[in-house]
């Protein structure tokens, strides 16, 4: 069986070293981009199965993101787990409905709900 590719954006950099270990250790291959910019671009380069976007980050934030990639016909099917903080989540979630974002969790996230949401993620994909 083929790894599923998961990318992760986020300026967060302990976070992404932590979910990169997390999700390396159950079988994923993770790729990373600490902005909007360079995960925009590796998702047209790697195409992953899944994203998980920060809404909130400097420069290009994930509602950014999220607008082109769900506008770009190559990438547009790829389901993506928004991450947001929890100040000002309910208009950061009602933002990421509005650009195609299918579920959002709240940092820290924990590593159980994280899987549970991958696998239900993944799994519908695959089903399509």
Same mark, same amino acid.
């Given at each position: 069986?083929? &790894?599923?590719?998961?990318?992760? !954006?986020? #300026?967060?950099?302990?976070?992404?070293?932590?979910? #990169?270990?997390?999700?390396? *250790?159950?079988?994923?291959?993770?790729?990373?981009?600490?902005?909007?910019?360079?995960?925009?671009?590796?998702?047209? *380069?790697q195409?992953? #199965?899944? !994203?998980?976007?920060?809404?909130?980050?400097?420069?290009?934030?994930?509602?950014?993101?999220?607008?082109?990639?769900?506008?770009?016909?190559?990438t547009?099917?790829?389901?993506?787990?928004?991450?947001?903080?929890?100040?000002? *989540?309910?208009? &950061?979630?009602? *933002?990421?409905?509005?650009?195609?974002? &299918?579920?959002?969790?709240?940092?820290?996230?924990?590593?159980?709900?994280?899987?549970?949401? !991958?696998?239900?993620?993944?799994?519908?994909?695959t089903?399509?």
């Amino acid at each position: 069986m083929e &790894q599923k590719k998961i990318l992760i !954006i986020d #300026d967060e950099p302990n976070l992404l070293a932590a979910m #990169d270990r997390t999700l390396g *250790r159950k079988g994923f291959r993770v790729i990373t981009a600490p902005n909007g910019q360079n995960g925009l671009t590796l998702a047209r *380069r790697q195409h992953p #199965d899944l !994203i998980i976007l920060d809404l909130s980050m400097p420069g290009m934030g994930g509602e950014e993101v999220a607008i082109q990639l769900k506008d770009d016909p190559e990438t547009a099917d790829i389901p993506i787990v928004f991450l947001t903080g929890l100040f000002g *989540r309910e208009q &950061q979630e009602q *933002r990421g409905h509005h650009v195609g974002g &299918q579920v959002f969790l709240a940092k820290p996230v924990e590593p159980g709900v994280l899987m549970d949401m !991958i696998n239900e993620l993944l799994g519908q994909k695959t089903t399509d």
